[in-house]
């Protein structure tokens, strides 16, 4: 546990701490200060940054980004605040500060952004940040497995997010959200409306813990507990809610966005909501209700009536407030018992009373009972789930309710159950938190009772506004914690009865439910562990394919590769028809035979199995070239090549005297698969050179070389004049890499012990 | 002409592959060999062919009279040609200290710095 380090005196964490408590709170007085101007209007800034790539640094404000703003900035600090105190001693706090600072700036940019290109750098910042926080306790394995996870899963989503953003800037001409939020018809009727939709929420689920990308969050509870109580339950998880409530108005309202959103949702909903109950670790039971909140959340934001949106924007606020919270307390709990099992846990209102309190009253607004804000966020959702129409009804509804039921059972669990009845043993005696610690969950459980008695202001400012972003048209917002006796009432009353059943008869339950998950086949967490197995035997074997230290299969791979992508661009491109005009009419007899050369020679040097006769090959084809460069105008160039060829011919000669023969006929064999490789290399070159030489030319560089020559380098062969003048640097490197080949082959050859070549047969 | 010119480059291309395939490395050095002319060959087409009009500046004259072949496409290729040589020297001292040195020309026995338990053990 956290308590697991020796410990460093620091008052509240010493400057890293205070600076961390101070960067939120200004931050939030300064946000609270724009609240009435937002209220009446979205506001956008924007500097520009790549404008090239129409990549801007610009701020979109509006209610949603406001709300978020708040609740960042806001919990921000009570975190901040409480982890000095909770952290402020480890040797590593300052580490801490940094990451969870990095994450705030990450977190505020992402909500912020109007461009897309920010808005996904912002979202990856706050990936990388959370990996480095769920890991902060770097020599336990178990925090870095789970780091990892997350990391993998949220970036793998984040990529994904990234082709989507990039295909709907393509889409809308833009990456300026204030623009593409008007384009939503636009966007909705394009043919690649379904791929963006789909490539958006993969982002949005993965960074959102949607069941089946569920898993990393409960993993996440690794990480130290203001992490947990910040980033994996009241932020940055709830990214993946803010993208969809931010695209609503472009890709929101069709019937794929609706059942998508609706179905994974619900199913995550309750599905989390039952394994809430499974868990004996209280951390553990609010990791899984946050995943329940996410799914309730996902499933408004995709029901897309104007009552179900202000549903979701009430839930974010109150699921931030009290989950908050709830995550702090169990954080004080754990620190002054030892312990965090639901079990062994009781009777702790005697000795921490404050934390009780704290407790209860965010519990009594997670279960939804009045006067909190709780109730209104639950009463509102099932109207909205009672507003829509046919099967959504039915279905939003019922997932609606099966998940508020068990959000009052669990509220029970995790702030009745430790704080009522006699004092328990615990690993360690408990005693009342600091006030640093109790800070946060006090007033925060505070804000869910004072909303609930004076829900105007929380809708005047905060839901109304942010609804109006999420639904794009103005419709007015009222909150209200009576709304008289209706069917909305009735299945909250519904919900007491049916929750507090479940209260009651908890551990049966949960007993019941291991003993099912024990027989059950299907384990996430183990999938996971086998998927990324599977990927490292498949990069183990691509490795062993390509890679298996052989030269022959590098080579081999290397021109396959230039084959596949150059012929395959021909192919594709429908190149090979573009190369006409080319024909073998009136070629001189002087052109066949010197041509005819350089073939034999290549042949021979392929067909012969003796090393003279490879090397009179050679020297034939290089011979056939310098008669090419003759014949076509270059006599410097012929006379080097002639030159260089003689040389070559000789050295290699020389070399051959103390090397071995090659191997006889009989001990080899044709290679198919290397001549196919190799003719398709001479074929696409072929078709290379033949498309090159049919284009137009573009003489410029070369008149430029022809008219500057004379006058200015006073050198009538243009050659010579480039060489040695226009691109003498050119020339100067050339002789430096012939002078360091020299160098190099003289230290190879220095000292080389002597052999004895074997006779030929 | 230029068809022609192209279907050569094409055989000396796919002969010099077909011999740096081979695990032989004398072969592989053949390959080498070829494939410098074929590449400078290359360069010097995609240049154009301009035959009998060498680019030079007749006395008396500030530039070309008429048009002459391009000097650029020359100018690389003689370069190249040069570096070609060094590799190919180069090349040359290295399967010579090689074979010395090893014993063989295979290059499929030349595993010490990759030998062949070590590549097995880090596929797993």
Do not use: C
Not at chain 2, 90 to 108: E, H, I, K, P, Q
């Amino acid at each position: 546990m956290a308590d697991d380090y020796p410990s460093v005196d620091r008052v509240m964490g010493g400057p890293a701490g205070w600076i961390s408590i101070a960067f939120p709170t200004i931050l939030f007085l300064y946000f609270l200060g724009l609240l009435p101007e937002i209220a009446q209007g979205p506001q956008v800034h924007g500097i520009e940054w790549v404008p090239s790539l129409g990549v801007n640094l610009s701020v979109l404000l509006d209610g949603l980004s406001m709300t978020f703003v708040l609740l960042i900035t806001g919990i921000g600090a009570a975190v901040t605040l409480y982890s000095a105190r909770y952290l402020g001693n480890h040797p590593d706090y300052p580490r801490f500060v940094s990451y969870l600072l990095m994450f705030m700036i990450g977190m505020l940019g992402l909500v912020l952004a109007d461009n897309l290109i920010m808005l996904f750098v912002f979202w990856e910042i706050t990936t990388i940040a959370s990996y480095l926080l769920i890991g902060f306790n770097a020599d336990n394995a178990n925090a870095r497995r789970s780091a990892l996870q997350a990391l993998l899963v949220t970036g793998t989503g984040g990529l994904i997010l990234l082709a989507g953003l990039i295909v709907l800037g393509t889409v809308a001409g833009t990456f300026e959200l204030s623009q593409i939020l008007t384009m939503g018809d636009m966007i909705r009727a394009h043919p690649w409306y379904l791929a963006i939709l789909l490539l958006f929420l993969a982002g949005a689920f993965t960074k959102s813990a949607q069941v089946p990308f569920h898993f990393w969050l409960p993993n996440a509870m690794a990480a130290p507990t203001p992490v947990s109580a910040y980033l994996h339950s009241a932020t940055m998880v709830k990214a993946g809610i803010f993208l969809m409530a931010r695209m609503n108005p472009a890709l929101g309202g069709t019937d794929a966005w609706f059942w998508i959103l609706t179905l994974f949702g619900g199913v995550t909903a309750v599905f989390a909501s039952v394994m809430a109950m499974r868990q004996t670790d209280i951390k553990q039971v609010l990791a899984y209700t946050t995943l329940m909140a996410l799914g309730t959340l996902t499933m408004f934001i995709g029901a897309g009536t104007h009552y179900a949106i202000m549903a979701a924007m009430l839930f974010l606020v109150v699921h931030s407030l009290y989950k908050a919270a709830l995550f702090l307390m169990i954080g004080i709990v754990d620190h002054a018992t030892g312990t965090r099992e639901a079990a062994v846990l009781g009777g702790l209102s005697k000795v921490m009373p404050l934390t009780g309190l704290a407790a209860a009253l965010a519990a009594i607004s997670m279960a939804g009972i009045p006067p909190m804000v709780g109730f209104i966020g639950k009463e509102f959702m099932y109207k909205a789930g009672l507003g829509l129409e046919g099967f959504g009804a039915f279905w939003v509804t019922m997932m609606a309710f099966a998940a508020s039921v068990m959000m009052f059972a669990v509220g029970g669990i995790v702030a009745l159950k430790p704080f009522r009845g006699d004092l328990r043993p615990t690993p360690k005696a408990p005693h009342e938190g600091p006030w640093p610690m109790l800070a946060g969950p006090l007033v925060l459980g505070a804000l869910s009772l004072i909303f609930g008695l004076v829900p105007g202001v929380l809708g005047y400012y905060l839901v109304g506004p942010a609804t109006h972003a999420v639904f794009g048209q103005v419709l007015p917002v009222e909150l209200y914690l009576w709304g008289g006796i209706n069917m909305a009432l009735i299945l909250s009353l519904l919900t007491f009865l049916a929750g507090w059943l479940v209260y009651r008869r908890h551990q049966s339950i949960r007993d019941r439910l291991a003993a099912f998950e024990a027989r059950s086949p299907i384990d996430f967490d183990a999938g996971w562990d086998r998927l990324l197995d599977g990927f490292k035997a498949f990069a183990a074997w691509q490795t062993r394919l390509i890679q298996n230290g052989s030269l022959q299969r590098y080579m081999a791979v290397m021109f396959a590769t230039f084959v596949v992508m150059v012929g395959g661009t021909y192919l594709l491109k429908g190149a090979f028809q573009g190369v006409p005009g080319l024909s073998a009419d009136g070629v001189h007899p002087v052109q066949w035979t010197v041509l005819g050369l350089i073939v034999a020679g290549a042949i021979l040097t392929v067909w012969t199995h003796s090393r003279m006769t490879a090397i009179a090959g050679m020297g034939a084809a290089g011979i056939g070239v310098s008669l090419i460069f003759i014949m076509f105008s270059a006599p410097d160039v012929a006379i080097t090549q002639l030159l260089v060829e003689v040389l070559v011919v000789v050295l290699v000669s020389i070399v051959m005297l103390r090397l071995p023969y090659l191997p006889r006929r009989s001990k080899t064999r044709f290679r198919t698969g290397h001549a196919v490789i190799a003719g398709g290399t001479g074929l696409v070159t072929t078709f290379l050179l033949m498309s090159v030489m049919a284009t137009d030319f573009d003489r410029r560089l070369t008149t430029f070389f022809e008219v500057t020559s004379y006058p200015e380098a006073h050198g009538r062969n243009i050659v010579n004049v480039i060489l040695v003048d226009f691109r003498a640097m050119d020339t100067f490197g050339e002789i430096v890499v012939v002078a360091i080949a020299a160098i190099a082959a003289f230290a190879l050859l220095r000292g080389a012990p002597r052999r004895k070549p074997e006779e030929e047969s | 002409m230029e068809l022609l010119l192209a279907l050569s480059v094409g055989v000396l291309v796919a002969a010099s592959v077909y011999l740096m395939l081979d695990r032989n490395i004398l072969r592989f050095l053949f390959g080498l060999a070829l494939l410098s002319n074929a590449v400078n060959l290359m360069i010097f087409a995609s240049g154009r062919l301009t035959p009998g009009a060498p680019p030079l500046i007749d006395a008396g004259e500030y530039a070309p009279t008429g048009v002459v072949a391009n000097a650029l496409p020359q100018a690389l290729v003689l370069t190249a040609i040069v570096i070609g040589f060094g590799l190919l020297a180069f090349t040359l001292a290295l399967v010579y200290r090689t074979f010395m040195t090893l014993g063989t020309v295979n290059s499929d026995e030349m595993r010490v710095a990759e030998p062949v338990d070590a590549g097995k053990e880090a596929g797993k």
